[in-house]
C-alpha cells in the first residue's frame, strides 16, 4: 500500500504562472514532510519542508501548504520558471514511518514551464 | 565538501554476476541510506543505517546485503544480480529529518 501518493504524474504550465503539485497521506503519524527536486541524472536535492505543528511554510518562491484533516500537501511554485522543469517527489517522516530518519516517497511529479 | 559520493556512475551486470555500490559521505552524518528509482514507483528504500555498526531492512531489502564499514562508508551488495534489480540507485545520508543525495549509479542487469 503507497502510503504517500503523487496522482499526478505530470503537470505542464506557463512560464510566469504558479504550478501547483499535490500529494497525499494515509498515515496520520507522519509528522514532517518535505519536497524534493530531481533533474535527470542527478541526485534528488531538498526543497522545502514542513512540520505538522504548521499548515503553511514558504520560501522564496516556493510555498508548502498542509492539509492535516485532509492529509494533504501541496507545493506552489510562483512564478514558474523554465529552470523548474524537473521531477518533485514529496516525502514524509515521523513515527509513521517507524523511524524519525526514515522518508517514505511518493511516485513523483514531472514538471514542465513551457517558455 | 564533496557531499555523498557514489561508484560506479554505470554498471551492465550479466545475470547472476555480482557487483557492490560505493558510498561515501563527508558531512559526518551518523544515518545513511540505500534507495532505488524505479519509473512510476518514486524512491523505495532497500537499506538503511541508522548509526555506525547498525544495519535495517527498508521496503524492499531483497537480494541485497549492506555494509556500514564505517560512520563515512556504506556499501550495497548484489549477490546474484537479477534483470528486475534494473534500475537507478541513490544513496544518501542525514543528521535529521533531511537526506542529501549521492548522483546515482545507473544499474541494467541483462
Known amino acids: 500500500d503507497q502510503q504517500v501518493k503523487q496522482n499526478s504524474p505530470s503537470l505542464s504550465v506557463q512560464e510566469g504562472r504558479i504550478s501547483i503539485l499535490n500529494c497525499d497521506y494515509t498515515?496520520?503519524?507522519?509528522?514532517?514532510f518535505l519536497w524534493y527536486k530531481k533533474y535527470p541524472a542527478e541526485g534528488p536535492t531538498f526543497l522545502i519542508s514542513?512540520?505538522?505543528?504548521?499548515d503553511k511554510n514558504e520560501d522564496g518562491r516556493f510555498t508548502v501548504f498542509l492539509n492535516k484533516s485532509a492529509k494533504h500537501l501541496s507545493l506552489h511554485i510562483v512564478p514558474s520558471q523554465p529552470g523548474d522543469s524537473a521531477v518533485y517527489f514529496c516525502?514524509?517522516?515521523?513515527?509513521?514511518?517507524?523511524?524519525?530518519?526514515?522518508?517514505?516517497f511518493g511516485q513523483g511529479t514531472t514538471l514542465q514551464v513551457k517558455p | 565538501n564533496a557531499g555523498v559520493t557514489q561508484t560506479p556512475k554505470f554498471q551492465v551486470l550479466k545475470t547472476g554476476q555480482s557487483m557492490t555500490l560505493q558510498c561515501a559521505q563527508d558531512m559526518n552524518h551518523n544515518s545513511m541510506y540505500w534507495y532505488r528509482q524505479d519509473p512510476g514507483m518514486g524512491l523505495r528504500l532497500i537499506y538503511y543505517s541508522a548509526s555506525e555498526g547498525t544495519t535495517d531492512k527498508g521496503e524492499v531489502p531483497n537480494g541485497y546485503n549492506v555494509s556500514r564499514l564505517n560512520k563515512r562508508e556504506f556499501s550495497l551488495r548484489l549477490e546474484s544480480a537479477a534483470p528486475s534489480q534494473t534500475s537507478v540507485y541513490f544513496c544518501a545520508s542525514s543528521e535529521g529529518y533531511e537526506q542529501y543525495f549521492g548522483p546515482g549509479t545507473r544499474l541494467t542487469v541483462t
Open positions: 516525502a514524509a517522516s515521523g513515527s509513521g514511518s517507524g523511524n524519525t530518519g526514515k522518508l517514505i
Open positions: 498515515n496520520s503519524m507522519f509528522d514532517y
Open positions: 514542513i512540520s505538522s505543528i504548521k
